[in-house]
């Protein structure tokens, strides 16, 4: 079974632009989150999508959006970006109930200059 | 709000000696913790995890031990090996909220 893949790898961007990144879970999987990493603050939850719908949003601005599609893939938006939006962005699936074990993609490296 | 904690971002152990990585949390409504481990260019991969009915969970070298009266878990890996360096991240849930995530650790396991 192919795993959780994620596009682009790595993404350079400057500020003030926005940017669209790509997941496509895997297959059956039903329930997308996608997280940010930086160095020092783990992984900060985003949002989560499950059958087309936002179920859990985390404490991130508005400038950050996602959506996700009848076949499960899902992509997350960041307009008017900032340096500090710098990060890895990792998305992750899982079947459905909130015991099921999540399974990350590669993530893409974003730098914003 | 950091309702997962991992206070120690960096551990180095011997080979053939326990590595004990700690993980502190909040919130009493989560009900069921895992622990992800972290290789460089790659996305976490699960590793072990333990429901709140439970107080140990052992897969292997790996066992977690659960104390809900201190909101504490830890993950021991018993030997360590050089292949599990890596960053561990501890992450905890309950009913459809969203899996909240300590900051790492960063295990270095020296041969």
């Known amino acids: 079974k192919a795993g959780v893949t994620q596009t682009p790898r790595y993404l350079i961007k400057t500020r003030g632009q926005q940017v669209t990144l790509s997941c496509s879970p895997i297959?059956?999987?039903?329930?997308v989150s996608w997280y940010q990493q930086t160095p020092g603050q783990g992984l900060q939850f985003l949002f989560e999508?499950?059958?087309?719908?936002?179920?859990n949003k985390g404490n991130f601005p508005g400038r950050f959006s996602g959506r996700q599609f009848s076949n499960s893939r899902s992509e997350m938006n960041v307009s008017t970006l900032e340096l500090g939006d710098s990060a890895l962005y990792l998305c992750a699936s899982s079947l459905a109930k909130y015991q099921e074990t999540q399974y990350f993609g590669p993530g893409t490296r974003l730098l914003v200059l | 709000d950091q309702q997962v904690k991992q206070n120690s971002p960096s551990l180095s152990v011997q080979e053939g000696r326990i590595s004990i990585l700690n993980c502190d949390y909040t919130?009493?409504?989560?009900?069921?913790f895992l622990w992800y481990k972290k290789y460089p260019a790659e996305g976490p991969t699960f590793l072990i995890s333990i429901s709140s009915i439970k107080d140990k969970n052992e897969d292997g070298r790996f066992t977690v031990f659960l104390n809900k009266s201190a909101k504490h878990l830890s993950l021991h890996i018993v030997p360590s090996q050089p292949g599990d360096s890596a960053v561990y991240f501890c992450?905890?849930?309950?009913?459809?909220?969203?899996?909240?995530f300590g900051a790492g650790t960063r295990l270095t396991v020296k041969p």
């Open positions: 919130n009493s409504m989560f009900d069921y």
């Open positions: 992450a905890a849930t309950y009913n459809n909220n969203d899996m909240r």
């Open positions: 297959s059956g999987h039903r329930s």
């Open positions: 999508y499950f059958s087309e719908t936002q179920r």
